[in-house]
């Protein structure tokens, strides 16, 4: 869904029904700036069609100046906000203490000027033991007590683990998850590149395919893939790309950068002005870990098919089929062009930047669909 006046585009939380802007707003960076400064960012990310806000902010000043920013807009604005973030000391801790969380969520309520939370987070659970003593301190009672008296709407997850996401989407009924997603991570490079490469992509598969909307923390891995310098792979990629490649990835809503400056909202929003070839993340293909060759992440560099198939669609359809997603064989269907089309002309092989064997795939995809 795309916004003519702002220009900017929405996905829908099929599970909620909530309409998500693609770029969401990060509060992390903006609690530097001092009141004034920070509303007037705030309300200019509002004005242009961001309406998803994440509240695990590193200073608590954050609430009081979203609260000024946006309380008059409540209803139009969709707050995650995260039981288990402790800002007694005025800076970000983090616990599973029940008092304390119980504190911090009515001081949150309380400084946002609101009465209810859209997403309440089960949070920052990374260790097993994290979601015992969550659930042993009754934290997990406490925020579902929250949504049967309707404060909470929808419950969401924190996590940079895929072993500990699968484990909770299996015992609790999740609405939206918070995760990293970066090539540096999903290619095991950096301080939360949890998982194996297949172990990331199931949970985006498992997302996509249980309708659990993504929102994604950490983009552009802490600024380190900005910067040829700090990157793992000692080559800079731009805030473009880092974006187009977490919004392919299954499951993702929206990308969640910290914005600290009305320069970085201005440059952050004419994303969705930048021609497809700034958004072209295929470079990544030089750097893929060896678990990580021949798969396909979507990327269209193969495009375009002489035959009209939609090469990346057809395989994210064909890889999420294949994991039970049943939704996904009638998103298949009805693509204009299926892989029968494909002439084997070899044009996709020839411009896969991850050494996918694209013809081999579309007899793959002609056998499983039939």
């Known amino acids: 869904v795309k916004d003519e006046r702002t ?27 001092d009141e004034k400064s920070a509303v007037e960012i705030l309300q200019k990310a509002y004005e242009n069609g961001i309406n998803f806000f994440d509240l695990a902010t590193s200073q608590g000043n954050c609430f009081p ?21 402790n800002y007694e000391t005025g800076a970000y801790g983090w616990t599973t203490d029940l008092e304390t969380v119980k504190r911090n969520i009515d001081w949150q309520l309380s400084n946002l000027k609101t009465d209810y939370i859209d997403y309440g987070f089960i949070h920052c659970l990374d260790e097993l033991s994290d979601w015992e003593e969550y659930q042993k301190n009754g934290v997990l009672d406490f925020l579902l007590e929250m949504k049967g008296q309707g404060a909470v709407k929808h ?24 995760f990293s997603v970066n090539p540096g991570y999903d290619y095991q490079k950096g301080e939360y590149a949890k998982g194996s490469v297949d172990e990331r992509a199931a949970v985006y598969q498992r997302c996509e395919s249980e309708n659990i909307g993504i929102s994604v923390m950490k983009p552009f891995s802490g600024g380190q893939l900005l910067d040829a310098a700090l990157s793992p792979f000692s080559q800079e990629l731009t ?25 970085q909202l201005d440059s952050l929003l004419k994303f969705f002005d930048a021609p497809e070839e700034e958004k072209d993340y295929s470079v ?4 893929k870990p060896a678990d990580a060759a021949g798969k396909c992440v979507y ?59 694209q013809m081999k795939r579309m007899k793959e995809i002609v056998d499983f669909f039939r």
């Not at 309409?19 to 509060?27: A, M, P, R, V, Y």
């Not at 990544?284 to 750097?287: E, L, N, R, T």
Request: charged share 20%; glycine share 10%; hydrophobic share 35%.
């Open 7 to 33: 220009k900017m585009k929405y996905r829908i939380n099929k599970k909620t029904g909530d309409k998500i802007s693609e770029l969401g707003f990060g509060t992390s960076c903006v609690v530097e700036k």
């Open 65 to 85: 100046y979203m609260g000024k920013a946006l309380s008059q807009v409540r209803k139009d604005v969709i707050y995650q906000i995260h039981f288990g973030t």
């Open 155 to 178: 419950i969401g997850l924190s996590s940079h683990t895929p072993a500990l996401i699968q484990n909770v989407l299996d015992e609790v009924a999740v609405d939206m998850l918070m």
């Open 239 to 263: 805030a473009y790309q880092c974006m187009q490649y977490a919004l392919d990835r299954p499951g993702v809503l929206t990308v969640l950068p910290g914005i600290g400056s009305l320069e």
């Open 284 to 287: 990544i293909g030089s750097f």
């Open 299 to 357: 990327c269209n560099h193969c495009n375009p098919c002489p035959a009209g198939i939609d090469i990346g669609l057809a395989n994210k359809y064909y890889d999420l089929a294949r994991n039970g997603d049943q939704m996904a064989k009638e998103h298949y269907i009805g693509l204009d062009v299926h892989a029968d089309a494909c002439v084997q002309c070899g044009h996709c092989n020839s411009r896969c930047p991850f050494g996918v064997d």
